[in-house]
């Protein structure tokens, strides 16, 4: 098991496996799994949750890959390449269209307003260190990361154009116009 993250329901819970999947499990009636997502190829290191819509959430993987799903579609919605494997991915617990990733060489702060194929900020590591861990600090528009000698570095965050919409009502239209049409649906 590699990464693991604990739904709203708190008997639901998603798990990441080494070989790339993630399986959607129950505590009730003996751990059983209720969906398998499979996109990934290679280890799962991190899941999150979007604080600002419950039913969506992130993936990243040693694949250099994090993916976006929403809970009940089994293929992800998007998906975005970093340049490393991703160690770590997590939403910004303000705004619901931005999240941030770092692989060892780099911290990227995603704005799905500003752009779906690149990060709109990359900052690569300090020459020697690693990126390790990251989070967003709750109250503010910084980013925590910590490195590979045990340091932490606040980054804070600037111009981002995050709208003036609930967060809840951005990411679902976001998420509508990114899609297919046949999974536009079941995003309704």
């Known amino acids: 098991v590699c990464g693991t993250m604990l ?12 070989e790339g999947n993630i399986h959607k499990c129950s505590c009730s009636n003996g751990h059983q799994f209720l969906e398998t997502y499979r996109k990934h190829f290679c ?35 998007l998906s975005f390449t970093s340049n490393q494997p991703v160690g770590e991915v997590r939403w910004s617990p303000k705004y619901a269209t931005v999240f941030s990733a770092v692989n060892e060489g780099q911290l990227e702060i995603w704005d799905l307003n500003s752009s779906f194929l690149d990060p709109v900020i990359v900052q690569p590591a300090a020459p020697g260190l690693k990126m390790t861990s990251l989070l967003f600090a709750s109250l503010t528009d910084c980013v925590v990361v910590g490195d590979s000698d ?6 804070q965050l600037q111009n981002l154009h995050v709208g003036e919409s ?13 899609s297919p049409k046949e999974l536009q649906e079941t995003l309704m």
Do not use: E, M
Not at 9 to 16: A, C, E, K, R, V
Not at 166 to 178: K, T, Y
């Open 166 to 178: 609930s967060q809840g009502d951005v990411i679902q239209d976001l998420l509508r116009s990114a």
């Open 43 to 77: 280890p799962v290191n991190c899941i999150t949750w979007c604080p600002l819509h419950p039913d969506v959430f992130l993936s990243c993987s040693s694949d250099s890959t994090i993916q976006l799903w929403k809970q009940d579609c089994i293929n992800p919605l």
């Open 7 to 18: 739904l709203q329901d708190s008997n639901i819970y998603l798990t990441g496996t080494w």
């Open 150 to 155: 045990g340091q932490v570095t606040v980054y």
